[in-house]
């Protein structure tokens, strides 16, 4: 019978298979979705590529960034002492400006951006302590902008802290009931340590009234006191919210001590919850308090992964009061991971890869729509590379960005 033809061939990709090996294959790609995948293909198409085994990848996903503030670093004033706190700060007086106009503008030029870095899943949030929930309102109108080419989570996040002022939480409801998909909390900047733990029980309370998932900021910050994440834990194993719940920072966790952090470990396992670790920003920001030794500032991120835990990463932000620097690309995110957790090790180094891609996947819980089999929606890119560890040690060249089925030659 004769076949349709199929609307994009791809030749000779090199592709990493599921037991990590590297084989070469023809990708056939019709009505948006993947149809064959061999190593070689004898079908009709409309389009051919030949990628001269060049890496083919599944999409990069970024599990945090805040696309409210992104491209604002400067305005009103620059980040002198390079804090999160003097960061929260300034963008307290920068979100007394925005506009519906002026945020969209910001987070479609961002995500233009990151996607023709091969990034197609993105996880934002959202700053919901300002009463007309501008930045809210911005996002979620973008992530309809761009659901042809680009998927796009929105957290409600209390930047300011839930309980930290009177309005707060009504705010972060109203945010949920505008359609948020997922909601957020930072208990660690909460007045109080007690302040902290309600903020993170009332998260539970709203993920499970209003059905999302849950993206926490968690213990950003050196204290080694702020312990937290034993509460997102506590709460994670009593709700079975499980691999609904994200802890993300955790930067405390490098500064416990190791009787706790083996304790806390075991927890954690249980609670079967995912981490996402910022190393661009925890390393920067983090550590400011100290003179030497100074801090690495990150999360165990080598301890979890070897712990059979879900960790991904994120650039958290691009051009923003917090990190004024920040391209979107994921491999520098990657790279960054390797240096700053010594994941030196050529497992670990690969496994770094992972982090910004299938565990990323895993976090945002796309996984049934993610990776490049027969059925699922054709995302991939392609990359001037060998396989994960020439992609990370070059911070590889993009070659090709196909999302849903489609070569996007820009957006
Ligand atoms: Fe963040």
Known sequence: MLQPPCDLLLRHGRLLTCNSLIEEVDVAIRAGRFIAVAPTLDLPTDQELDLAGQFVSSPFVESHIHLDSALTAGEPRWNQSGTLFEGIE?????????TLDDVQTRALATLKQQAMQGVLFVRSHADVSEP?????RGLLAVREQVKDWMTLQVVAFPQDGIY????????????????ADGVGGIPHYELTREDGVRSVQRVFELAHQYGCFIDLHCDEIDDDQSRFLEVVAACAIRSGLGARVTASH???????????????????????????????????????????PKRRGITRVKELWQQGL???LGHDCIQDPWYSLG??????VAHMAVHVCQMTGLDEI????????????????????????????????????????????RRAPIRYVISQGKVLTGV
């Not at 007309?132 to 809210?136: D, G, K, P, Q, V």
């Not at 952090?261 to 390393?283: D, E, H, T, W």
Request: proline share 2%.
């Open 132 to 136: 007309s929930l501008t930045a809210l």
């Open 250 to 292: 955790t930067t405390a966790f490098g500064s416990y001590n190791n009787a706790y952090a083996q304790k806390l470990m075991g927890f954690l396992s249980r609670s079967q919850i995912n981490f996402v670790s910022n190393p661009l920003i925890n390393i920067t920001l983090q550590g400011r308090a100290d003179t030497y």
């Open 90 to 98: 300034i963008w307290r007086d920068r979100k007394q400006h925005l």
């Open 350 to 393: 690969n496994a770094c890869y992972d982090m910004v891609t299938v565990n990323g996947a895993k976090t945002l819980n796309v996984v049934h729509d993610y990776g490049i089999e027969v059925g699922k929606p054709a995302n991939l890119i392609v990359l001037e590379a060998n396989d994960r560890f020439d992609s990370i040690r």
């Open 310 to 312: 879900n960790v991904s």
């Open 164 to 179: 930290g002022n009177p309005q707060n939480e009504t705010l972060l409801e109203e945010a949920l009931k505008l359609g």
């Open 327 to 332: 391209t979107g690309n994921m491999l520098d």
